[in-house]
C-alpha cells in the first residue's frame, strides 16, 4: 500500500516534468565509454521513454576506446595533441568501422523499444545522415592533426523534419566536406554544436563519475559558465592531483561553450548510474552537475499563482514560531509586497517588504528558505534582493522582528534596537517579545 502511495507521489510530482520536455530538443552527448558500459542497456531503455513522451532527441556519440582499441590491434599508435586525436589518413578505416559498427549496436538497441513493459517491442524510428559538413581542424602548434576535423555546418532543417516523424536522429561523431572528404570530430564539441544549432532544451553529457566534485569530494549540483571555466583553469593546471581528468576537463568546456551560445541548461551525469538521465530530467534536484550561464534559481516578484507554494514553504515555520500565522486571505492581499525564490516552478524562499514610506522605513517579514535548499547562501541572495527593493522605494533604513534568527540578522549589518524605534503605524505584539533588529540602507 505505502509503496503505492510512493508511486502515485512520484508519479504526480514528475507530471509537471513531463509537460515541460514534450516537443523539446534534448542533445545527448555520450561517450565510446558508456556505450561499451553494462548500464548503457538501461539508458537505451530510458531513451525509448523519453522519445514516447515526445521528447525531441539527438544522440551524438563517440568512439575514443573503441578506435584505440582497433590501432592497437593493428600496430598503429594513437597520438593526440591538446587532447585532440591526431587523425592520420591511415588510421581512418578504423575510425569509420568503429563508427559504423556502434551505430548499428546503437540501432539495434533502440529498436527493442521499452522492454517489460506493454511499449516492448513498439518501434522506435532512429534515422542518421550526412547532417554535419566538417573542414580540418588544420595544424595546431606547429602540428597537423590531419582528418581531425571542426564543424562547419549542421542541416537543422534536415534533423527538423525527422523529429517531426518523431525519429530519434543519431550522428556519429564524423562530418563530411564538399570535396568528399570524412573528418573525425571530438564527440563533446559536436554535441555542443548540435545543440546550439538545434536550440536545444538542454545538453546532457555522459561520463564515469555523478557529475564533478569540489575538493572535499562533494557533488557539486550547479556551476555557471564563469565557475565551470574556471574549474576547467584549475583542472588544466594540475591535472594529476586535481580529480578531474581529460574528459571532464573537455565536456566542461564544451558545456560551457554551448551555454555562452544560448543554451541554458547542460548536464553531467554518470553512465553507470541507473536511471540518472529519468532524475536528472524528472525530479526537482537531479544527479549530476548542472552547468547554467546563471545561478538555477530565479528570484522574482511573487503572482498569485505563487500562494500555495508559499504557504506550504511557510505553514511549518509558522507552527515552529519562527513566523507569525498569516492566512491566505491575508497572503493574497499582501503579495505585491512579495519575493520568491523559485526553482524549477517550486518555491524554495521568499520574503516580504512592509513600506513605511512616511518613516522612510520598510519591514522585512515573512523571510524563509526551505530547509532542504539552506546553507547555500539563498538567504543573502533574498536579503540582497529586497535591499535593492528597499532602495528602488527610496526607504532608508529596514527592519525585521525575529524570535531565532537574531544572529543571522546582526552578522548582516543589523542593529539590535529597542521596539520604541520602530515605525508609529507599526503594532508590537509584547507577548510575542520578538527582538528588534533595524540596518539602514541608504543614507
Ligand atoms: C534565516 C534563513 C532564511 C537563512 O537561509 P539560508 O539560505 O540558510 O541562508 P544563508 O545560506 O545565506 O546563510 C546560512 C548561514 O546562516 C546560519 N543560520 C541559519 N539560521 C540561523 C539562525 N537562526 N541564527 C544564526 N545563524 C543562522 C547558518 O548556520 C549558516 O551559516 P554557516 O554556513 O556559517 O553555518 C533560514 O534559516 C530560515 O528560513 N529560517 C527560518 C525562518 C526565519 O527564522 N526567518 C527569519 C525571521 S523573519
Redesign the pocket.
Known sequence: MSEMKEWVGWFRKASPYINTHRNKVIVLAISGETLQHSNFDNITHDIALLNSLGVRLVIVFGARPQIDDALKKNDITASFHRSLRITDPKMMPFVLEAYGRLRSELEAKLSMGIINSPMHGSKINVVSGNFVMARPHGVSDGIDLGLTGQVRSIDVEAIERHFEHGSVVLIPSVGYSMSGDIFNLSYEALGAEVAVKLRAEKLVFFGHDSGLKNSEGELLQEMTVKEAQLYTAKGEARKENSGIDQEQINQLTAAAKACEAGISRVHLLSYAHDGALLEELFTRDGHGTMVSVDHYDQIRPARLEDTNGILELIRP?EEQG??VRRSRELLETELDYFLVDVRDNAII?CAGLYPFPEDQAGE??????DPA????????R?LDAVQERAKNQNLAKLF?L?T?????FK?RGFELVSSQNLPGDKSYNAARNAKVLMKTINE
Not at 364 to 369: N, Q, R, T
Not at 373 to 380: A, F, K, N
Open positions: 515555520l519562527f513566523l524562499g522585512l517579514s515573512c523571510f524563509a528558505v535548499y539552506r546553507r547555500h547562501g539563498r538567504g543573502d533574498l525585521v525575529t531565532q534568527t537574531e544572529h543571522w552578522e
